[in-house]
């Protein structure tokens, strides 16, 4: 029998006063009031990230809600970023593809490590066009272009080998021709309402900026850590 003591996750200590100085002291300062536009200063966080991040800078935590205002999170990739909002795609008949369609808003958080940075938003969804749907999913792997077709994501799968059969049975449907995109896989753009931008500081004493929407423009505050 196990000792319910080998069931407890272990948990890194807090750090020490050295370790926060050693940690962030030494940080090169974001932007925070130098720009008023939020979207230049989440390129410029964008770009940094692409040079410094390890894996999927343009990664990114998508919180919906579900039928019953249950929270739900996963992560995904965003593959457009401009002043109208922030893009990614999905499978339409997904749990979060669903959970859109009837609650169209969400949440985004970008958590870049190496820099000790985040950016939170939150705004409305909407559906990209047919037009662009098309455009963006020309450019992905074949492989990938076949997956989506292949995929019943989110639903329940009896086997991996289920998968695997469905994936070669799309590859010769379509032989060595073009994929095309499938009539259940498309994208959302999150138009924000709220931008918070965030940088780690010593003892907790973090920078938090925010911006809100205010008709054509943006307002800004500074928020306690």
Do not use: C
């Amino acid at each position: 029998m196990s000792d319910a003591s080998d069931d407890k996750a272990v948990i890194p200590p807090s750090p020490s006063e050295d370790d926060y100085v050693r940690q962030v002291t030494h940080a090169e300062p974001p932007p925070l009031l130098a720009e008023e536009d939020p979207f230049r200063l989440f390129a410029a966080w964008l770009k940094d990230a692409g040079e410094k991040e390890l894996n999927d800078p343009n990664a990114m935590a998508l919180a919906t809600v579900d039928e019953a205002g249950a929270p739900d999170v996963r992560m995904v990739l965003l593959k457009e970023a401009t002043s109208e909002g922030f893009v990614f795609y999905t499978n339409l008949e997904s749990a979060k593809g669903h959970e859109l369609a009837a609650n169209p808003k969400a949440a985004l958080l970008f958590h870049w490590k190496s820099l000790r940075r985040q950016v939170r938003v939150r705004g409305a969804v909407s559906p990209v066009t047919p037009q662009e749907a098309d455009a963006y999913f020309a450019t992905r792997a074949r492989a990938s272009q076949i997956g989506a077709w292949a995929s019943a994501q989110s639903r329940e799968l009896t086997s991996r080998l289920a998968l695997e059969k469905r994936i070669a049975d799309v590859g010769l449907r379509f032989g060595l021709g073009r994929v095309p995109r499938p009539p259940h896989w498309s994208g959302f753009r999150l138009a924000p309402q709220s931008l918070e931008f965030w940088r780690d500081r010593p003892f907790r004493l973090h920078e938090r900026l925010v911006f809100e929407r205010a008709g054509e423009g943006w307002t800004t505050k500074r928020l306690f850590p």
